[in-house]
């Protein structure tokens, strides 16, 4: 029996780092031990900081972020109210956690331009490349090369990106969890945003997302490491999300596991 790996396919939360709009970079105030130690003082009256281990007390942290900063499943009610053409969208506390470990593939696209679409027959010709067929179920996890740039401002404008296309292509054939290894599931927005701008089609807009209405799934975004994947099959991916009541989507420490 081999040695098995886990393979870490997430990004950390970190404050001040420009590789998400202002308005979603967390802000994290750390509590460290000595603000601890007064605040055990507070919780337990009577007490002393001298009668703490080396006068310190607790650590803790407070942070303000949203449920898609950091490595994150989104919810099908992220992209629309409804999904599978009219039920009610299903909220990241409902999604079902067989979705959420199984077989994993990944396809890779890191030698595709910033901002190039992946299209049905891109995902069929890696399919023939790696020798493998999609099964109901897989997490399939597109690789762009753009979790290089985490932590960098250019990470916005990294990456090529899926299309309505080739994300129905995927679900048409059983998958309800993707992911991806750059900001969002679509093409870098600046890109569409520029495209929307000289064409004004606004099927260009958010297409991959969009797709979800007709076919709920989820999909990962923020990953990180799937070149440390040793194989493009034949491991499993686990990406429970913590539930969050009626959320659009939630925080998740996405693994790969080769046996």
């Known amino acids: 029996m081999g040695k098995r790996k886990i393979i870490d396919l997430s990004i950390g939360i970190e404050p001040k780092l420009p590789s998400d709009p202002p308005m979603m ?54 992209y629309h109210p409804t999904m599978d053409d009219g039920k009610r969208a299903l909220t990241i506390d409902e999604i079902p956690l067989e979705w959420c470990y199984s077989d994993g593939v990944v396809l890779d696209f890191s030698h595709l331009a910033d901002g190039e679409k992946i299209t049905a027959d891109h995902i069929e010709q890696e399919l023939q490349r790696i020798d493998y ?22 990470y916005l404008v990294k990456g090529c990106g899926m299309t309505r296309e080739s994300t129905l292509h995927l679900l048409n054939k059983g998958v ?5 290894d750059a900001w969002s599931w679509d093409r870098p927005l600046p890109f569409i945003a520029e495209e929307f701008k000289k064409t004004n089609d606004a099927s260009l807009i958010w297409e991959a997302h969009f797709a979800g209405i007709e ?35 939630g925080w998740i420490r996405a693994v790969a596991i080769v046996e």
């Open 133 to 154: 067929q999609i099964k109901p179920l897989d997490i399939v996890l597109v690789r762009t090369g753009a979790d290089k740039f985490w932590g960098k401002e250019e």
């Open 25 to 78: 970079i967390p802000e994290i105030t750390y509590v460290n031990h000595e603000a601890g130690a007064a605040q055990m003082e507070d919780f337990f009256p009577g007490l002393e900081k001298e009668q703490l281990p080396g006068c310190l007390g607790w650590s803790l942290e407070m942070i303000s972020l949203t449920t898609h900063s950091g490595t994150h499943l989104d919810a099908p009610y992220h």
């Open 176 to 180: 309800r969890i993707t992911g991806i």
């Open 215 to 249: 076919k709920g799934y989820c999909h990962m975004e923020k990953l990180a490491n799937l070149d440390k994947i040793p194989v493009p099959h034949g491991f499993k991916v686990s990406c429970f999300p913590v539930k969050i009541k009626a959320a659009s989507a």
